[in-house]
C-alpha cells in the first residue's frame, strides 16, 4: 500500500545499517559506515548477497580510507596501524562528517553515487535493471535461481535502501558494455567489470583492510573518488565525456552509469521500485597497463592483459599469478595488492594471512554467464625471506605439469572417440563427430575436480625451507592419479562391449606411455633424495 509521506526521503550511509558482516564470533551483522571503521578489529569479514556486492563494498571502503587518511604514504604507516589494531578514527570520523550529506541515498542535491537531475520520464528502469541476480536482460535461469519459474525473489516489490546501496556499488563497479540508448548508443561497461579481482583475506576486518590498502599518493583535488567531485549534469553527460582515471580512490568509485532513485513510501518503509538509467562516464587510464590493484596482468600475444574468470576453468590453474614473478621473464604481474601485503606481513612479522579470495564474473557479450568467489590458502613460505623464487618456480612447474597431462589424456579421449566411430563403417569428421564425442566423456570434470581437491592441500605444503623436488614429485604423484581416475571414468562410460573394447585397446598406450613417463621421473627423483 503507497502512502503519503510528508518527511523527505533519506537514508544515510554513514548512519544507517547496510553493510553486511560477519564479527569474529560467527555473527551475522548490518553495519553502518560508522560502525564498521569503529568495529574492524571486531568483524571478520563482509560478506554479503553476492561475491559482486562484497567486493565492491570492500573497494568503496578502501576508496573512503585513502580520502581519509590521506595515505597510507608507505608500508610503515600501514605497520603501525596494525600493529595499533586500530585505524586513525578521529581522521575517518572527520572526513564522513566532512562529506555527510553526499552519502545520502535520496539526497535532493547529489544523492549518492547518483546523477541528481536526471529524470524519471524518458529515463524510467525497473530496478532489476541494477541487479545482476534478478536483471532478466543480463543473466540466465541456468545461472541465476530467481529467474526459475515459481521461485520466490528474495525481494519484496523493490529494494530497501539498505538493498539499493548494495546493489548500486555492485551495478557501478561490474556493469557490462552494451547497448543503452540512453544518452548514448552503446555505453561502455566499468574499468574493471571483466576482471577478477583479488582481495588477501586476514584475521579480521581491519587486517584485510590494511593488506588492500597499498601505498597511496594524496593530492587534495586529485583522485577524488565521485562523492567529492562537483555532481555531474545530464547535459554533460550526454556529450558521452571521457575522464582519465587518475588513481584507486577514483578507480573504486567509477561512475559507471547515470542512475537515480525513486523512494516510495510503502507499508511505512522508503522501497526502491523504479530508478532513472542512463549511461555514465567513459573511462579513459592515464597509464598503458590499465593496471588495478586487484587484477593480475599476463603476457599474451600482443603484451600484458588483464586476468579475468573462464568459463572452462577455475583460477587455481592460474595460481601462479598470485606469486610475485621474480623469474628472468616475466609472465605476468603480479596484483600490486598481493605485493603490498607480503611486504606488510614481513615488516609486522605475521603470516597468518587466511586466504587468497577471487571475486569476479563471466559474460558472453552482454550476458552474465555466472559469478564467483574462489578461496585460496597462501603458501607460508611467500612470507620468509627471499623464498617466493622458490614458490614461483615450484608452482609453475607442477601447473604446466597438470596442463601436459591434460593434454595427453585430452589427445587419448579423442583416439577413442575416433576408433569407436570408425566401426560404425565410415570416416568419422575430426569436428562434427570425434571431438563432441570427446567432449562428452568424463574425463575433464573426473581430471580437474579432483586436482582442484588436491591443490589446496598441496599449496600448503610450500612451508619455509621446503624442498622443491619432494614437492613436485608428491605433485606428480597426485597428477598420476587423477589421470588414472579420469581415463576409468572415461573407459568405463564407453562399455564392454567387443567394439568399445577394441577402441581402448587401440588407444589406451597413449595415456600409457604418459603415465610411465611419470612414474620414471618420480622414480629418479626419489633416487637422487635418496643419495643425498
Avoid at 42 to 54: F, V, Y
Avoid at 324 to 337: G, S
Avoid at 481 to 489: I, M, N, Q, S
Wanted: proline share 6%; charged share 25%.
Amino acid at each position: 500500500m503507497i502512502e503519503e509521506k510528508k518527511v523527505k526521503a533519506s537514508f544515510n550511509l554513514v548512519d544507517e545499517p547496510w553493510i553486511p558482516g560477519v564479527t569474529v564470533a560467527r555473527e551475522r551483522v548490518l553495519l553502518s559506515l560508522s560502525d564498521i571503521f569503529e568495529s574492524s578489529q571486531n568483524i571478520l569479514r563482509i560478506e554479503a548477497d553476492s561475491p559482486l556486492e562484497t567486493v565492491a563494498i570492500y573497494r568503496f571502503l578502501l576508496a573512503i580510507l585513502y580520502r581519509a587518511l590521506k595515505g597510507p604514504q608507505d608500508v610503515k604507516q600501514n605497520a603501525h596501524w596494525w600493529h595499533q589494531k586500530s585505524l586513525p578514527l578521529e581522521l575517518i570520523q572527520t572526513y564522513l562528517k566532512t562529506y555527510y550529506d553526499r552519502f545520502d541515498l535520496f539526497h535532493a542535491q547529489h544523492p549518492f553515487f547518483q546523477l541528481a537531475d536526471l529524470p524519471l520520464s524518458d529515463y524510467a528502469q525497473n530496478w532489476r535493471k541494477i541487479s545482476v541476480a534478478e536483471g532478466p536482460s543480463n543473466t540466465t535461469p541456468v545461472f541465476n535461481p530467481a529467474l526459475r519459474r515459481g521461485a520466490p525473489s528474495q525481494f519484496m516489490d523493490g529494494l530497501t535502501p539498505a538493498q539499493a546501496a548494495r546493489k548500486l556499488l555492485e551495478h557501478q563497479t561490474f556493469v557490462l558494455g552494451g547497448l543503452i540508448k540512453k544518452f548514448i548508443t552503446s555505453a561502455p561497461g566499468g574499468p574493471s567489470a571483466t576482471h577478477a579481482l583479488v582481495i588477501l583475506q586476514g584475521e579480521n576486518l581491519l587486517q584485510t583492510l590494511l593488506l588492500q590498502l597499498v601505498p597511496y599518493v594524496y593530492q587534495e583535488d586529485w583522485d577524488q573518488p565521485v562523492w567529492e567531485q562537483e555532481p555531474y549534469k545530464v547535459e554533460w553527460l550526454k556529450k558521452d565525456p571521457s575522464v582519465h582515471i587518475n588513481h584507486y580512490a577514483q578507480l573504486y568509485t567509477w561512475f559507471s552509469r547515470s542512475i537515480r532513485f525513486e523512494p516510495e513510501w510503502v507499508d511505512g518503509q522508503w522501497i526502491v521500485r523504479q530508478v532513472a538509467y542512463a549511461s555514465g562516464l567513459r573511462p579513459q587510464w592515464i597509464h598503458d597497463d590499465k593496471s588495478d590493484p586487484m587484477v593480475a596482468m599476463v603476457m599474451g600475444k600482443k603484451g600484458y592483459y588483464p586476468l579475468g574468470l573462464k568459463s572452462d576453468k577455475a583460477f587455481w590453474r592460474d595460481y601462479q599469478a598470485l606469486i610475485p614473478d621474480v623469474q628472468d621473464t616475466a609472465e605476468h604481474i603480479t596484483p600490486q595488492v598481493v605485493n603490498h601485503a607480503l611486504t606488510l606481513l614481513k615488516r609486522t612479522g605475521e603470516s597468518r594471512v587466511l586466504k587468497y579470495q577471487i571475486f569476479g564474473q563471466y559474460n558472453d557479450q552482454a550476458k552474465v554467464l555466472f559469478w564467483r568467489q574462489e578461496n585460496y590458502p597462501i603458501p607460508a613460505a611467500l612470507f620468509e625471506g627471499t623464498a617466493g623464487k622458490s614458490v614461483s618456480r615450484t608452482v609453475t612447474a607442477a601447473l604446466e605439469v597438470s596442463e601436459e597431462i591434460f593434454k595427453t589424456l585430452a589427445f587419448a579421449t579423442q583416439k577413442l572417440a575416433f576408433y569407436l566411430l570408425c566401426q560404425s563403417g565410415r570416416e568419422p569428421d575430426l569436428k562434427k563427430d570425434v571431438n563432441p564425442m570427446r567432449d562428452s566423456f568424463p574425463f575433464y570434470a573426473v581430471y580437474w575436480s579432483q586436482l582442484a581437491l588436491s591443490f589446496d592441500k598441496w599449496i600448503q605444503t610450500l612451508t619455509p625451507g621446503f624442498d622443491e623436488d619432494l614437492c613436485l614429485m608428491d605433485w606428480d604423484r597426485q597428477v598420476l592419479e587423477a589421470g588414472e581416475k579420469a581415463w576409468t571414468a572415461t573407459v568405463k562410460v564407453v562399455g564392454q562391449e567387443a567394439k568399445a573394447l577394441r577402441a581402448v585397446a587401440l588407444s589406451e598406450d597413449i595415456w600409457g606411455k604418459q603415465r610411465q613417463t611419470l612414474m620414471k621421473r618420480s622414480a629418479m627423483t626419489m633416487k637422487e633424495e635418496v643419495m643425498k
